[in-house]
């Protein structure tokens, strides 16, 4: 079983934040398969999906950001999902508004979420999708620009990586990771 986890943080007053871009592409696969995230274990929540054969899963974390790998190693463990089989989604500062970068490895680039997932599968070796969302401007702070909501003109680009990043988590069911980073790079 693949395991696609979006990072986040819980509550609505996080919807459509900067942070929460790993959430929004597991609320659009949600509802392309018309399902709801409905079932809770370590933190987390989470739905299983079985579609043409196949069988994966939707999490996320209900940690909040800097504590994410402490949902994500006991499902994986619990669930028998192995390292290849699991894709990360989550916003990088480094990357344009809207840009997708898919990588199988990497460090956590002063991402806390993926230190936390790093430090609790105990690798740097795993499946991601990065999704850009620019840097502060204006000597704002890091903490307080991730926790912010995205321009209106923003979220018309944002919505588009939102539906690419679907779209490769979709194409990874089928294909290799290798394969989805070249179709999507």
Not at 16 to 24: A, C, V, Y
Request: proline share 4%.
């Amino acid at each position: 079983m693949k395991l696609i986890v979006g990072l986040g943080n819980p509550g609505s007053q996080f919807d459509k934040t900067k942070h929460n871009i790993g959430f929004e592409v597991i609320d659009e696969l949600a509802k392309r398969y018309s399902t709801n995230l409905n079932q809770s274990k370590y933190n987390g929540l989470y739905t299983i999906i079985h579609n043409n054969g196949q069988k994966f899963m939707l999490l996320k974390p209900l940690t909040y950001m800097n504590l994410s790998g402490e949902c994500i190693r006991p499902l994986m463990d619990y669930y028998d999902i192995a390292l290849d089989e699991l894709l990360v989604i989550y916003d990088d500062l480094d990357l344009p508004v809207g840009k997708i970068r898919l990588r199988q490895k990497g460090s956590a680039g002063g991402h806390n979420g993926i230190k936390s997932t790093i430090a609790h599968i105990g690798t740097q070796s795993f499946n991601r999708i990065r999704i850009g969302i620019g840097r502060p401007e204006n000597g704002m702070s890091v903490p307080d620009y991730v926790l912010s909501k995205f321009k209106k003109e923003e979220w018309t680009t944002l919505q588009i990586a939102i539906g690419n990043s679907a779209d490769a988590c979709e194409s990874w069911l089928d294909k290799p990771f290798i394969e989805v980073m070249n179709q999507f790079n």
